[in-house]
């Protein structure tokens, strides 16, 4: 893999302090797949403190953001990188894991979850490969380091990630191996926190053929943890859905299981999973509601100015996936017009002499159809002199 000029400065800086350092992870994994490289992971064998000296030494910013764990980012022209320490570890306990530094790089990499996760590569793209990383990824197959209980035991948080890396790599099924582990396990999941496990799911849901994968977290019970009903998995199969978002594809998930159980389902999912009140109100609203997949540019516009862009488009899209409707001219044209919010509030008409009540609630529907009427061009003062006319 190549090196870009400001990587090369983070290295030098650590080098030049006498100390060895590899690019690890995730931009090793994805370089090899030739995969676009987004962020640059780093060991060392320094210390933390021994980093930071470095870093300041050079005039690159150092932030102590995972001392505990022996991790520095450092910050270059905006950029940031992560540099952390090789370590071992000594205790855990299935959530945490109790580390000590070492300058040993079999050791870091055999603490790593999977074997192409534990790829290490020089600044001339020599790779350092304990486990035969390199094999399993290029036959795109997931592979424990050691023995697969022992690594789930340590964090059962590996019981998500095998899934997720298995949708992001792998070709074909999870071997029934590791997926005997995860369900002897599925339990444990119980134990994360709710925000760990989100993290997980939805950047598993984020990636553009998850099916398979959640088919196997079905086998092996895992998913029946997260979302306590019989969803089905192959509504997300849809070309429609690649780039959409996790939530989206979440609510569809949700909304194959029975009308009348969705929205509770969606409460308890919700509050599993720490969602945001934002992300709440968001899942529910798609759980709850639906629109017609044959409309007229009038009631695009309509619904639009009534739900915002981002709202229409994912509902549209959960309910022509569901259809099996072609909607692309409604995502294109919602993407492309510009409709302002409603100018008007209860509040507007009160004050120029309006009576609060089921009164006002009409006339502001009104004043909302004189404006949809006008294609939207009215402006705030023109509804008001209009809304006083009809005092």
């Known amino acids: 893999m190549q ?125 350092y490969d304990y486990f035969g990383g390199t094999q399993d990824l290029k036959a795109r197959r997931l592979n424990f380091i050691g023995n697969a209980e022992d690594r789930i035991k340590e964090d059962y948080l590996r019981i998500l990630r095998a899934f997720r890396f298995h949708a992001k790599i792998c070709i074909g099924d999870m071997s029934d191996k590791i997926l005997n582990v995860c369900k002897k396990h599925a339990h444990k999941i119980y134990n994360l926190s709710g925000e760990r496990i989100r993290d997980e799911m939805f950047k598993l849901l984020e990636y553009d053929a998850p099916v398979p994968t959640l088919k196997s977290m079905q086998k092996s019970d895992v998913l029946q943890k997260i979302i306590p009903k019989e969803v089905k998995c192959e509504i997300l199969s849809s070309a429609f859905l690649f780039g959409t978002d996790a939530l989206v594809k979440l609510a569809l998930l949700l909304r194959t299981t029975e009308k009348n159980d969705r929205l509770s389902l969606g409460e308890y999912v919700s509050k599993f999973l720490r969602l945001s009140n934002k992300q709440k109100k968001k899942l529910l609203f798609l759980l709850s509601n639906n629109i017609k997949t044959e409309l007229t540019e009038k009631e695009q516009r309509k619904y639009i100015s009534l739900l915002g862009k981002e709202l229409y488009c994912d509902l549209v899209k959960v309910c022509g996936v569901e259809s099996g409707a072609n909607v692309d001219e409604y995502i294109s044209l919602a993407q492309v017009l510009n409709i302002q919010k409603f100018p008007l509030s209860g509040d507007d008409l009160i004050n120029i002499g309006y009576q609060p009540g089921k009164n006002l609630g009409r006339n502001l529907k009104l004043l909302r159809q004189h404006w949809e009427d006008s294609s939207y061009t009215l402006t705030k003062k023109e509804l008001m002199l209009y809304a006083k006319s009809l005092l």
């Open 3 to 127: 090196v870009d000029h400001k990587t090369s400065l983070i290295i030098d800086a650590v080098e030049k302090f006498g100390g060895e350092v590899r690019l690890v992870g995730g931009c090793v994994r994805d370089s090899i797949l030739q995969r676009k490289v987004h962020d640059i992971d780093l060991a060392t064998n320094l210390l933390p403190s021994q980093v930071i000296e470095a870093l300041k030494f050079h005039n690159i910013k150092a932030i102590p953001t995972g001392l505990k764990h022996g991790t520095i980012t450092a910050v270059l022209n905006q950029r940031s990188f992560e540099i952390t320490t090789l370590r071992h570890d000594v205790k855990c306990d299935g959530r945490h894991a109790k580390v000590e530094f070492t300058d040993n790089w079999r050791a870091d990499a055999s603490r790593r979850d999977f074997t192409f996760n534990a790829l290490y590569a020089n600044k001339y793209g020599h790779i």
